[in-house]
């Protein structure tokens, strides 16, 4: 089964705007990561933020983590064509050794 | 810093036949992976090695996959027989350890015909 959830499943935006995903989880967690992935490529990591940490920054991209709610949220500022990919949050679990579940994506469309 | 090398790319075989993937991690990275992605879906976990020992497959299916990890560090992932849904991309990735991100390969883009 899938642990992290994103919404929305597909996202199409205007170069230039704002593009918002979220992500929500259902066990506790050690550390929240997000992936990129481009058509036709393999995933790329962006950001990692550990379970005592509430906010991350890496270029236009922010993240947030409330782990209260046990939700994420990915936030990519002054949108480009070239951001337009498939964002997957994945969680990895306090337990040594245990997987990283990954959810099934938001797709963004960057409209020039 | 080479990345995670993966071979081959593409692979268009008949359902029941076999086939072979490879993976060389990046060096130095003690945990190896290997993920099956469906189209529209996220990854999913088939296999996790920690060194050359396996640490997670429990969503590997064992009656036709199979991998190994030699000398902990290349890897190659078998299916015997394929089967018709196991058209999918295998991706592989590696990373420090289990709580580190993981940097995946460029994927093999397997169809089962």
């Known amino acids: 089964s899938q642990q992290g959830e994103e919404d929305p499943q597909a996202l199409s935006i205007q170069e230039g705007e704002n593009a918002t995903m979220n992500c929500s989880y259902k066990?506790?967690?050690?550390?929240l990561q997000w992936y990129r992935q481009n058509s036709g490529r393999g995933l790329v990591h962006l950001i990692l933020i550990r379970s005592n940490e509430r906010e991350k920054h890496s270029g236009r991209l922010r993240v947030t983590l409330d782990t209260s709610k046990k939700s994420s949220s990915l936030l990519i500022t002054a949108s480009r064509a070239a951001d337009t990919a498939s964002y997957f949050c994945a969680t990895a679990q306090n337990s040594g050794n245990t997987p990283l579940v990954f959810g099934k994506g938001t797709r963004l469309s960057v409209i020039a | 810093e080479a990345g995670v090398a993966q071979s081959p790319r593409y692979k268009i075989i008949e359902k029941r036949q076999s086939v072979a993937f490879w993976c060389n991690p990046i060096s130095g990275h003690a945990t190896l992976y290997w993920y099956q992605q469906i189209l529209g879906q996220g990854p999913k976990l088939l296999i996790q090695?920690?060194?050359?020992?396996?640490?997670?497959d429990s969503q590997l299916p064992k009656d036709r996959f199979s991998a190994e990890r030699l000398k902990g560090v290349d890897s190659t992932l078998k299916i015997q027989p394929a089967k018709l849904e196991d058209s999918a991309v295998y991706l592989c990735a590696s990373s420090p350890g289990s709580l580190f991100e993981q940097y995946f390969g460029p994927g093999t883009r397997l169809t089962v015909t």
């Open positions: 090695f920690q060194n050359n020992g396996v640490v997670d």
């Open positions: 066990t506790s967690i050690n550390n």
